[in-house]
Structure formats: C-alpha cells, structure tokens
C-alpha cells in the first residue's frame, strides 16, 4: 500500500501529479485541508487502497487504458450556506465547475443548498418554486459542466403554496442537459429538542412529502434519493436498496450536538445493511448568529467503510463507484436474500 501524508497547504494541478497524487499507484490521502485553488479537495482514506473499490485515481480526462481509472467519479460539496441566495449559488457554483474540471460526471450538493434563514418566516420568503430563477440557474450549470447534479434540498413552493403557505424540502436530480429527473420531497420532518443544541422545527415551515422516489439511473449507478434526517429510519433506505438502488444519497444539514455522536454511524450503517454505496453531502460552519452545522461530508462504500471525507470548511471530496465490487460484496454475503418476511413482514408496498 502505498501512503502519502500532507500537512495543510496549496497544491496546484502540476504539484499533485509530482507528488504522485494522480498516477496509477493508488494512493490513499490523509490530511485535514488539501487544497486545490482555494478549494478543499479531499480523496479517498483507506486500509485497503491495493482494491480499486477503496482508492482515489486520477481523472478520466487524464485516464489510462486500464479499466479501473475508467470507474466513474463523484464529486461532494460541502457548502456553508446562508439567507444570501446569490452568494450561495456562487460558492456552489464554484464546487461544481472545480468538480467537472476534476473529471466527476455527478456532484452532490447538501440539504439547503440554496440559503439556511434565520427563522420561519424567512425561509418562506425566500423560497422559490421549482421553475423559479434559482433552479434555472443550477440547470444552466448542469449543462455548462456536462456534469449531473444532486441538488440535495431545495425550498420548494410546491402547487399547494397558496393554501398552504409552507413549502417542501425537495431533493432534485438533474442529468447533464440541466432536465430534472427526479423529486423527492423530504418524508421525515426533523421536529427535535437536543440540549445544547437548541429546538428543531421544520414542521412550523414545510409539508411532509408523500412519498419515496423510485431509484434513478445514472453514470455513477442507480440513486437512491434521501434528505438528512431519514437516515435515521432504516425502513426507507432498505426500500430503496429493494427496489434497486446502488447508491443512497443523504444531503444533510446536521448540528454540532448530533454531528459528533450519530453522523459517521449512521451513514455507515446506512451502507452495511444496504450493501450500497452512501453518499453525504453535509452544510458546514456557522450559517449566521443563530446556527451551525458539523460538516464532515463523505462517501461511504458497501462494505462499510469511509472511502472520502471532505476536511473543514468549505470543499468537495472525491470518490470513484465500483459497482462491480458492489456486486462481489452482495454476492459473498447476500443478506437481501436470507431476510425473513415471515417473521417480520414486508417493508410496504413496492416503490412505483
């Protein structure tokens, strides 16, 4: 194996391929802040980087013939967002085109990637619906980039808006020509009270949707689309793992009390039991005086471990998706096909 440690410092493109970042040794990268032109880029950390499934290559641009560079690539911001929209799109924008320069085919943006408010009544009025100017913004950049995107959580003012005056937390899938492909409205709503952390109440300000989207295929594999606090119901991720999902997606916004104790845990043990790859793209940092989030967005493979992690701050990691090591995981241990609905029933209906 071989291994290579940075400590916090600007690299430019040519320094990485000198220092071996982008050849065709795998190479596994530790490091709190890697940085690519003011970016924080963050590749795979892995004990086991002589498996293609665990290791970080070079882009495809730069790609050789062997088959394992040709694995497809994915790219995940982590955002700080805040109540000024332009802003925001900016920074994300900025993510997305450093994430197509790297060669990704899809990046994956968090929950509110649009603007975190200071309070209810802000985050309806800066809402927008889907054919608002915001998301013709993203789609723009969709086909500018040639890349797809997962807009993890948008504020949605859905057909209902002007009797209900509350929105939806909308997950939006667009290809690389900038059409949206798929919505899904958020399903759990994260109405806690964690000392220290202070009251949650998305219901004061969004509807519940009403129900899941089937996986959707794309140039990374079969998405399965989440938003934050689902991960919390295994319910929904092994619905979607049922009806064919490769990669499960949990664009989130996690606070400083939950972070540190649940994050990591969850999301792995979202992909254990899956045997699907999961992909965590997290709001990070101070969003104005009145809240925060943890950050620590990563990728997780289907065995269970961290193959990428973004390090503090805004940035993006990266990760390559081997579903043909998907497929050997499954296949050595195929605990979809040992369950017991005799036992204990079926998750529901299927998945439309």
Request: glycine content about 8%; some cysteine.
């Amino acid at each position: 194996m071989v291994l290579a440690v940075f400590s916090c410092r600007t690299y430019s493109l040519p320094h990485l391929l000198r220092l071996g970042f982008l050849t065709k040794q795998p190479l596994s990268l530790l490091c709190s802040g890697l940085r690519i032109r003011g970016l924080s880029v963050l590749c795979a950390q892995s004990r086991k980087s002589e498996n293609p499934a665990y290791a970080i290559h070079r882009p495809r641009a730069m790609a050789s013939s062997s088959s394992s560079w040709e694995l497809p690539l994915v790219a995940v911001c982590q955002v700080t967002s805040t109540p000024d929209k332009q802003q925001n799109f900016k920074m994300c924008a900025e993510l997305v085109r450093e994430a197509a320069r790297l060669g990704a085919c899809l990046a994956f943006l968090p929950e509110a990637f649009d603007f975190i408010a200071r309070d209810p009544a802000e985050t309806l009025r800066l809402s927008e619906p889907l054919g608002g100017n915001l998301l013709e913004d993203y789609t723009q950049l969709a086909r500018e980039c040639g890349l797809w995107l997962s807009l993890g959580g948008f504020h949605e003012r859905g057909q209902d808006w002007e009797q209900t005056q509350k929105i939806y937390n909308c997950h939006v899938l667009l290809n690389s020509k900038g059409s949206v492909v798929a919505t899904y409205r958020k399903t759990h709503l994260c109405d806690v009270e964690i000392p220290g952390q202070g009251p949650m109440r998305e219901s004061n300000s969004t509807i519940p949707g009403p129900s899941l989207e089937s996986p959707v295929s794309t140039p990374a594999g079969k998405i399965g689309l989440a938003i934050c606090y689902d991960m919390r119901f295994p319910e929904l991720s092994l619905a979607l793992a049922q009806a064919g999902a490769e990669i499960l997606t949990y664009p989130s916004a996690f606070g400083s009390i939950t972070g540190p104790a649940h994050w990591e845990v969850l999301l792995r043990a979202r992909a254990i039991e899956t045997q699907c790859y999961v992909v965590a793209a997290a709001q990070c940092g101070r969003h104005h005086e009145k809240r925060a989030s943890y950050g620590h967005s990563m990728v997780v493979d289907p065995w269970g471990t961290v193959v990428a992690r973004c390090s503090e701050g805004p940035g993006l990691c990266l990760a390559r998706i081997n579903l043909n090591y998907l497929r050997q995981v499954r296949q050595h241990m195929p605990v979809s096909q040992h369950r017991r609905p005799d036992l204990y029933g079926n998750l529901g209906n299927p998945l439309p």
